[in-house]
């Protein structure tokens, strides 16, 4: 239970505060433990129960900005962490055919619940290493072509793809720039609006400008609690409006970028919960939380004839973005 003085009108700054020397406390604890012969499972159920507390309180409504914080959080699970956990017999399929393979976007085969799927994802690493590989899971048009690639394979064997969604952008660099990124971001929607196979997208972390939309046109599209999905980053949205990047948390809460506004809006068809403060902080009950979820949504694209799938994923997205007369 949280103190007298945290009430539910506590300051987030000093609710923060509390929470980061309770944490603290709770490791130095923990860590004594582990290394004498001490019983202080006592003290550390209390501490545990406090670090709990005033993390609900923390997260009981949190800010846009706060939300796209968790979203980029460096230990949030990456796609390896999903692929290894809901994914059985998986074949990685590698290379665009045309000019190179892009390690920012996995493709590949698999089996889920026993059913065979072609997966598609954002690709981050998990160190500096990989991300500078993966150039933090930013594809260059060679990705997007892999994926266009894989997504027609899926067409002709006739199984469904899942794709998931975790970038802040396609690549802007000025190679990606010469070998016709907008193209390949531009082709990569087409194939998938009018492919004539199931799509299922997650958004698992970020879902950033054309970059994720490249491979996020789909039949049914679940979104992590504290995931994010917007045209533009908060901090590219604050330079262009404003003039003043610092002017992010304002941006992020102008863009309606969580997942209950695009729930609203119609553009998502089903949050996936997270535990409370993100899925870095409990990996295995997030991705059986998005396990269950798309088990409900393949069950259902499965049940469809193809023509009203095609018909029904047109309607989907043209109803986005309408104007108000």
């Not at 990705?143 to 469904?160: D, F, H, N, Q, S």
């Not at 199931?198 to 972390?205: E, H, N």
Request: charged share 30%; proline share 6%; glycine share 8%.
């Amino acid at each position: 239970m949280i103190e007298p003085s945290l009430a539910a009108d506590a300051p987030r700054d000093e609710i923060e505060r509390r929470l980061r020397q309770t944490e603290d406390e709770l490791a130095q604890l923990s860590k004594i433990s582990g290394g004498q012969e001490l019983d202080l499972k006592d003290q550390i159920a209390r501490l545990r129960a406090r670090v709990d507390a005033l993390r609900a309180a923390l997260w009981r409504d949190p800010t846009p900005w706060q939300i796209v914080q968790v979203a980029r959080h460096a230990e949030r699970p990456k796609l390896p962490d999903y692929l290894s956990a809901l994914f059985s017999d998986v074949v990685e399929l590698r290379g665009d055919r045309l000019f190179a393979d892009d390690r920012a976007i996995f493709c590949g085969l698999a089996r889920f619940d026993g059913r065979a799927v072609a997966v598609i994802g954002h690709n981050k690493g998990k160190d500096t290493r990989e991300n500078l590989e993966r150039r933090w899971g930013m594809p260059n048009p060679d990705g997007y072509r892999k994926a266009i690639r894989v997504a027609r394979l899926a067409e002709k064997i006739g199984v469904p793809v899942v794709a998931l969604v975790d970038t802040p952008a396609a690549y802007p660099g000025i190679e990606a720039e010469q070998r016709g990124q907008a193209e390949a971001i531009a082709r990569s929607i087409l194939v998938m609006s009018q492919l004539r196979a199931p799509i299922v997208v997650a958004i698992t972390g970020e879902g950033g400008s054309g970059g994720a939309l490249a491979i996020a046109v789909g039949d049914r599209l679940l979104m992590m609690q504290y995931a994010i999905y917007s045209v533009i980053p908060p901090e590219g949205c604050a330079a262009i409006l404003w003039r003043d990047a610092a002017r992010k948390e304002e941006a992020a809460a102008a863009l309606r970028l969580t997942a209950p506004d695009l729930l609203a809006a119609g553009i998502v068809d089903e949050i996936v919960p997270e535990p409370t403060g993100g899925a870095h902080l409990d990996a295995p009950t997030a991705i059986a939380a998005l396990r269950d979820a798309l088990r409900r949504a393949l069950d259902a694209v499965r049940e469809e004839e193809v023509p009203a799938l095609l018909s029904e994923r047109y309607a989907k997205f043209r109803r986005i973005g309408p104007f108000a007369g």
